[in-house]
């Protein structure tokens, strides 16, 4: 796997291969995605990268020592932050990873940090976070992901180079806006609601695909505000709005901190949009 195979757009595998092609790493990046992207696996990508030891046009050449052990999840170089059970990042987890990337590096001359979950991060959290985005340790870069920046303190966005990525079209997109798009005319034209739950049987165990749905979900509805194709019409705007609503309040509520069952908060949302 490198930045190559994740499907992401030419403009952000152009940004992030310069990135390394220039040597010109900065200390804290932020990847910010709402829609159906997998952040951790995008950071990962990126992490083998920069810690590539023969670098192909800027991208992981998948075959050195460094590439291979990221590959079997096993380089040290590559620190992730822990994600509590509630699916978020406590200022414990923070403080272990500033212990972390105080030791020097075994192995290359360079560590990289990641934190999921960024929206999650207390301001406890943050606050410490922001000590080591002050202070950098040595070569470390630091990879924060949030669904939304505006989720971190302002001291914390000025040091960090933002990426905001909204051009996400992989196949795997594709196949998740296909479903979106096939539910949502079930829906309005009335369906039984255990075929409507049966299309989504497949994906209701893995979170991160339920919240890829419901991004996917919501772009069809707000697809269908400026669209002006006779399907279209059998939408009222005030159904589309509470749709997108509902949407919006299980995504938060599937990852915020009380971290709710991802396929009830699917079902249940189902259920409202329904009526
Ligand atoms: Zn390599």
């Known amino acids: ?141 630091i990879i924060i992901l949030a669904d939304n920046v505006e989720n971190l303190l302002k001291t914390i966005r000025s040091r960090c180079v933002i990426f905001r990525i909204s051009d996400y079209s992989a196949a795997r997109g594709a196949e998740m806006a296909d479903l979106a798009q096939e539910i949502a005319e079930m829906m309005i034209s009335g369906a039984p609601t255990y075929r409507i739950f049966k299309m989504t049987e497949d994906i209701l165990p893995d979170r991160g695909k339920v919240v890829e749905l419901m991004d996917a979900l919501e772009l069809v509805y707000r697809d269908l505000l400026v669209s002006r194709s006779p399907k279209s019409r059998l939408y009222k705007r005030q159904y589309i709005y509470s749709a997108v609503d509902i949407l919006e309040e299980a995504k938060h509520s599937i990852l915020s901190s009380s971290g709710v069952n991802a396929g009830y908060a699917l079902k249940n949302a189902l259920l409202r949009i329904g009526g």
């Not at 200390?27 to 159906?36: C, L, V």
């Not at 020592?65 to 999840?73: K, L, S």
């Open 1 to 141: 796997m490198s930045l190559k195979n994740l499907g992401i757009s030419e403009n952000l595998y152009k940004r992030l291969t310069g990135i390394v092609k220039s040597g010109n790493i900065m200390h804290a990046y932020i990847f910010e995605s709402s829609f159906g992207l997998d952040k951790e696996e995008l950071a990962t990508e990126f992490a083998k990268a920069i810690l590539c030891e023969n670098p192909q046009d800027g991208d992981a050449c998948d075959g050195c020592r460094a590439c291979r052990r990221a590959e079997n999840e096993n380089n040290e170089n590559i620190i992730f932050a822990e994600v509590s059970d509630k699916g978020s990042v406590k200022d414990e987890a923070i403080e272990k990873l500033q212990e972390n990337l105080k030791r020097k590096p075994l192995e290359g001359d360079r560590k990289v940090a990641v934190i999921p979950g960024g929206d999650t991060l207390t301001a406890r959290a943050q606050n410490r976070l922001l000590k080591t985005l002050e202070e950098p340790q040595g070569n470390a870069v």
